[in-house]
């Protein structure tokens, strides 16, 4: 299981403390990138992304929320990222996102893909075999804290299904009201990697994460 916590949720004055924490118990580090324009809320850019490289070697998974993350991938992949997800809604175009995951894995970096709640899952089909990354959405994106949709479940198992009847090698990736309520079900369901925000980063995270690791 991957253990990707998004750093949405840290609390900045203890910036230090909280990355050694990660360091210590997880696999990659969740960015999630709003431009105030795509969702209606902004976060932070490549300079904070950089900050976290020169301190940790977890693999950097970047979240795109933005209108043109065509423009945002160029600075975060100087930064440090390892990983770049983008919104199919970014574009609603195929071709478009196909063009986007060619640079991306043309900067030697892991391409994703994510869709809204409310994207039907077929949509995204003709991509599925070009992506390294898929990051379904069990909430509407914009901001950390909210309630899982439990619609989730039937969306990764469709996803899976299809992953598993052509072959395909993408890991499925989940984000949005993760905990160790849902873990295990989500797991089950066909997910390799597990976002996660506040429930990692409220009270002690490395019990957090080991608590979500006893899902299994
Ligand atoms: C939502 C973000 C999520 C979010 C996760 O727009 O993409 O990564 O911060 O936070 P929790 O786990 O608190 O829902
Ligand atoms: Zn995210």
């Given amino acids: 299981m991957i253990i990707s916590p998004s750093v949405y949720s840290m609390h900045y004055e203890h910036f230090m403390d909280e990355l050694n ?13 709003m431009d105030g324009n795509f969702v209606p809320n902004i976060t932070f850019g490549p300079m904070i992304l950089q900050a976290f490289r020169r301190n940790s070697d977890r693999f ?3 979240h795109l929320m933005v209108t043109d993350p065509d423009y945002f991938t160029d600075s975060f992949a100087k ?3 390892d990983g770049i997800t983008f919104h199919y809604e970014s574009y609603n175009n195929i071709e478009d996102c196909i063009r986007l ?12 893909i994510s869709i809204k709640p409310g994207t039907p899952v077929e949509t995204i089909y003709p991509l599925l075999d070009k992506i390294d990354i898929f990051l379904m959405m069990s ?11 439990e619609e989730a479940y039937d969306r990764i198992r469709q996803l ?11 890991i499925i990736e989940v984000d949005g009201g ?22 990692v980063f409220n009270g002690d995270i490395r019990a957090n994460v080991e608590k979500l690791r006893r899902c299994e």
Wanted: proline share 1%; hydrophobic share 40%.
């Fill in 21 to 33: 924490a990660l360091n210590d118990s997880v696999e990659w580090i969740h960015f999630d990138v």
């Fill in 60 to 62: 950097m998974d970047v």
């Fill in 79 to 81: 930064a440090g990222a």
């Fill in 101 to 112: 995951i060619d640079k991306i894995h043309s900067l030697y970096l892991k391409a994703g």
């Fill in 139 to 149: 909430v509407e994106p914009g901001f950390g804290g909210q309630s899982f949709q």
């Fill in 160 to 170: 899976d299904r299809y992953k598993k009847e052509h072959g395909l090698d993408f």
């Fill in 178 to 199: 993760v905990s160790d309520r849902n873990a295990h079900e989500l797991l089950e369901c066909g997910c390799e990697a597990l976002v996660a925000g506040s429930f």
